[in-house]
């Protein structure tokens, strides 16, 4: 009688220990899915920061809610200073940057992994009356330090030159001030957050110039030409147009959970090769060279 019990246990013991075993890897699975794993994802992030790359987070995020309907994703601007700021303090899950959080006075680059999902190309942007398409990089230079201040001088219009800039903190700003404008900052001038607000103030000040992620860039404006090279895609990939950025998605640690999720729906194909380019940005994939922080290139074998 006794053996009859004791091997009853020890059949129950094992029972249970086989029904925890597959119980708790469905609770962590369900909780923790990736997506494309065929898993359920659930939870919800906050994504701040850049308003260059705003455009794609956003509508990836809404097709990766469509997917997960237990997901949320919020997704909010503010500007790259923002988003590393946010990120950093542990305030959101994800900060949207246009630059490396090395380049960030105030930002603890060594405990931020950068999660590069898109490049994008810039351009200086014009109204459409300037009468000017192709300008030399000094020019470009001399036109947001002050010196040129009208664009008869360039060729164009009898014009005043009315300069739209970034606020501090663009990452937009910084990536056209480094590669634009070798370093130079820019004169003061009517600051905006947002890289719409700069569009729609372009297309209704005659004489007006600022800059612009490609994404942006449609017929209510004009994209200039620098030393004869057009800002486009093929050259932002050799590195011929120079004034690019990598777009970056910051978490504060290795991501977990729906975040997890949602970084590898960002570099997946289904957003890499379809919505990507819809929106006018650049696949990473697609690039012939490699920049880093320090702006040494090295060639995408």
Not at 213 to 235: R, W
Request: with cysteine.
């Amino acid at each position: 009688m006794k053996k009859r019990v004791l091997g009853l246990l020890t059949v129950l013991s094992a029972l249970m220990l086989v029904l925890a075993a597959c119980g708790g890897g469905s609770s962590s699975d369900k909780a923790n899915g990736s997506a494309g794993d065929g898993k359920e994802v659930s939870g919800s992030l906050t994504a701040v920061g850049s308003t260059a790359l705003q455009p794609l987070v956003e509508a990836a995020g809404k097709q990766f809610q469509t997917e997960n309907p237990k997901a949320q994703i919020n997704v909010q601007g503010g500007g790259s200073g923002t988003g590393l700021t946010q990120v950093g303090q542990g305030a959101v899950e994800i900060g949207n940057s246009d630059v490396f959080a090395e380049e960030k006075d105030g930002v603890d680059a060594s405990k931020l992994v950068d999660h590069k999902v898109a490049v994008v190309g810039m351009a200086p942007v014009t109204n459409k009356d300037v009468g000017v398409k192709d300008i030399t990089q000094q020019q470009l230079i001399d036109i947001f330090t002050g010196k040129v201040k009208n664009w008869k001088e360039l060729g164009g219009k009898d014009e005043k030159i009315t300069v739209i800039n970034r606020a501090e903190g663009s990452g937009t700003r910084a990536t056209f001030e480094k590669w634009g404008l070798k370093g130079a900052s820019t004169i003061k001038a009517q600051e905006q957050d947002s890289s719409g607000t700069v569009r729609k103030i372009v297309s209704e000040t005659p004489g007006a110039i600022s800059y612009l992620a490609f994404s942006y860039i449609d017929d209510s404006i004009m994209g200039l030409k620098v030393d004869g090279v057009e800002p486009n895609e093929d050259n932002v990939a050799t590195n011929d147009w120079k004034i690019w950025s990598y777009e970056h998605m910051y978490t504060n640690g290795e991501p977990k959970g729906v975040t997890k999720s949602f970084l590898e729906y960002m570099t997946s194909e289904t957003i890499q090769n379809d919505l990507v380019p819809q929106l006018g940005y650049q696949s990473i994939h697609s690039m012939k060279v490699e920049r880093d922080s320090d702006g040494k290139l090295t060639e995408v074998k």
